[in-house]
C-alpha cells in the first residue's frame, strides 16, 4: 500500500462513506474512490463492503489495521518534526516539566524569567519522563525538567538542585516531639503508605529503599504523580514518600514533612539536545530554576 492508499483507507474507516472521507480529505468524492479502487487492485483483495449504505471493514483489511495504524503515528511524527524545523529560533522557548515541578517550580521560576525576557513567548506543557525524552528527540520542546537521568546519546543533562525524598504525612500523625528530627526507616514498617505506580522512575530506588523495611508498609493505593500522592496524604489516606518540590506545596496547617534516614537522594537535571547549543536565554532560565530550587529545598530546613 502507498502511503495515499493509507490516507484513503484511514479516512473511510473514520467516517464510514466515501463521501465523507472525501470531505474530510479536501478532495472529489471521485478521487476517493479512483485511489482506493487502486489499493484493491494492488493488494488482491477488497478493503470494504458496502452494508445497508455504509462501507465496512473486510477480515482482510482489519488484519491490515494494526500495521497501518503503525504507519500513520510514524507520518503523523515525521509531519510535527517537519513543523519543529520551520521554527525561528530565539523567538519562543518550549518547555515540559514532570508534574511534580510544573506545580511548583515552573510557574514562579518562568514569572521571574519572562520580566528580564518579555519579548519572549513561552510555551509550558507537562508529561512524565519517558514522554519529555521522546518529544526532545522530535523537537517538540526545548529543555525538560525531570528528576530522572535519561542517559540519552542525543540528549545533554545538566545537574541544577540535589535533595532528598521526604515523608508526608497528615498533622499529628507523627508526635510533636519528633518533628525536628529525621523519620527513621524502620518507622515505615506497617504504615499505611500511599505507593508509586511502577511507570514512575523512581518507583524502582524506592522499592529497594524500603526492602530493609519489616513488617512492609500497607500499600493500598498507588499513584502516577506526586502530586495525586499529596492529594491522597491531605485526604488522610495514609502517608507518602515523594519529593520535596510536591510536598512543601502542601498545607503546613495540615501536613507535616519530615527528611528520612538514611536520606534518598534526588537529583533535579535540566536536559536539552546534544546537537543544538541552547541560546543564551535558555541558560539565564537555567540559573533562575537553579536558585529557586535550591531556595525550595532549603526550606526542608524550616521543617
Excluded at 472525501?22 to 478493503?47: C, D, I, N
Excluded at 463492503?49 to 507520518?75: F, I, Q, Y
Excluded at 518579555?118 to 519529555?132: G, M
Aim: charged fraction near 20%; hydrophobic fraction near 45%.
Amino acid at each position: 500500500m502507498r502511503l495515499r492508499h493509507i490516507e484513503i483507507f484511514q479516512a473511510i474507516r473514520q467516517t464510514g462513506s466515501v463521501s465523507a472521507a472525501a470531505q474530510l480529505l479536501h478532495v472529489s468524492q471521485p478521487a476517493v474512490t479512483k485511489v482506493l479502487q487502486h489499493a484493491e487492485l494492488q493488494l488482491g483483495f477488497p478493503l470494504f463492503l458496502r452494508v445497508r449504505g455504509k462501507l465496512l471493514p473486510t477480515p482482510e483489511a482489519l488484519a491490515l489495521e494494526s500495521e497501518v495504524e503503525k504507519v500513520t503515528e510514524s507520518l503523523q511524527g515525521v509531519r510535527r518534526l517537519a513543523k519543529s524545523l520551520r521554527r525561528e529560533p530565539g523567538q519562543s522557548v518550549r518547555i515540559g516539566a514532570i508534574p511534580a515541578l510544573a506545580l511548583s517550580l515552573l510557574p514562579p521560576a518562568i514569572l521571574e524569567w519572562t520580566r528580564d525576557y518579555p519579548t519572549i513567548a513561552c510555551e509550558l506543557s507537562s508529561d512524565h519522563s519517558r514522554e519529555l525524552v521522546q518529544k526532545l528527540l522530535m523537537r517538540e520542546i526545548d529543555l525538560a525538567l525531570t528528576l530522572n537521568f535519561s542517559g540519552h546519546p542525543g540528549l545533554t543533562t545538566q545537574v541544577l538542585a540535589n535533595g532528598v525524598l521526604v515523608a508526608l504525612a497528615s498533622k499529628g500523625y507523627w508526635p510533636d516531639a519528633e518533628m525536628s528530627k529525621p523519620l527513621p526507616l524502620i518507622e515505615l514498617a506497617d504504615a499505611p503508605l500511599i505507593g508509586l505506580s511502577s511507570a514512575d522512575p523512581l518507583a524502582a530506588r524506592l522499592d529497594s529503599y524500603l526492602e530493609a523495611v519489616e513488617p512492609p508498609p500497607r500499600v493500598r493505593i498507588a499513584v502516577q504523580t506526586y502530586s495525586l500522592a499529596r492529594a491522597m496524604v491531605e485526604s488522610g489516606a495514609g502517608l507518602a514518600v515523594i519529593d520535596p518540590f510536591t510536598a512543601l506545596g502542601a498545607s503546613p496547617a495540615t501536613t507535616a514533612i519530615r527528611p528520612l534516614a538514611p536520606a534518598l537522594p534526588i537529583t533535579l537535571y535540566a536536559v536539552t539536545r546534544a546537537d543544538e547549543p541552547p541560546p543564551h536565554t535558555l541558560s539565564d532560565l537555567l540559573q533562575v530554576f537553579s536558585r529557586r530550587a535550591q531556595a525550595q529545598l532549603d526550606r526542608l530546613c524550616d521543617f
